[in-house]
């Protein structure tokens, strides 16, 4: 269950071990971190990357660092690891496609429209802003919006509809089609290799 934003404080620290570590909430963070987990870097490389990306200063429990960097990403949310996946909008979430909805940094000029257009709010000016706020707003982008027509036609289902229309959402398909630089790893997967990996390097 995601945590109520409106009634706690946002966090900018994480629990670890019984210490109070402060944690880079930026939402460009997040989106970095999005980008890292796509990259095609070694999996050793992005674990240390991702813990200097989150981390001012590095727990010593690596481990637990990395859970609260998986929780902090999320959003507060709990999720079965086995069926882990990048946050999307709720109405996508329960379609049966394995593609992504979205990947930040390749639609990185149609989410700033959609803010822009939506809330006023100019991503690369002012204060910075939570990742939490920023998923929160970004979950909630009207279906008018062209980022979230992008999103419906990635993942919309053409079973069943008319030739005309199936041969439109297709060409969509094709049009903004994810650039896969990543692999295929699942979070599951990746997060063994991670676990096998602080075992080695840190015992």
Not at 113 to 132: K, M, N, P, V
Request: hydrophobic share 35%; aromatic share 14%; charged share 30%.
């Amino acid at each position: 269950m995601r945590c109520d934003i409106l009634t706690r404080a946002l966090p900018v620290t994480v629990n670890i071990s019984g210490m109070e570590y402060p944690i880079n909430w930026d939402f460009r963070v997040g989106i970095q971190f999005n980008d890292l987990l796509r990259s095609s870097i070694p999996e050793g490389r992005k674990f240390i990357d991702m813990l200097s990306l989150y981390y001012p200063n590095i727990p010593k429990d690596v481990g637990k660092a990395v859970d609260q960097i998986k929780w902090f990403y999320r959003c507060g949310d709990v999720l079965d690891e086995e069926n882990e996946k990048v946050p999307v909008k709720r109405r996508y979430q329960q379609r049966k496609s394995k593609d992504p909805a979205f990947v930040f940094s390749q639609d990185a000029a149609y989410i700033y429209a959609a803010f822009r257009e939506q809330y006023g709010i100019d991503l690369t000016q002012g204060e910075s802003l939570h990742w939490w706020k920023f998923m929160a707003l970004f979950e909630s982008l009207d279906e008018d919006t062209k980022m979230s027509r992008i999103m419906y036609y990635r993942q919309a289902s053409t079973s069943g509809m008319p030739k005309n229309r199936r041969a439109f959402i297709n060409e969509m398909k094709k049009l903004y089609r994810i650039r896969d630089v990543g692999g295929n790893m699942t979070l599951a997967q990746r997060n063994q290799n991670w676990k096998d990996y602080i075992k080695e390097r840190f015992g």
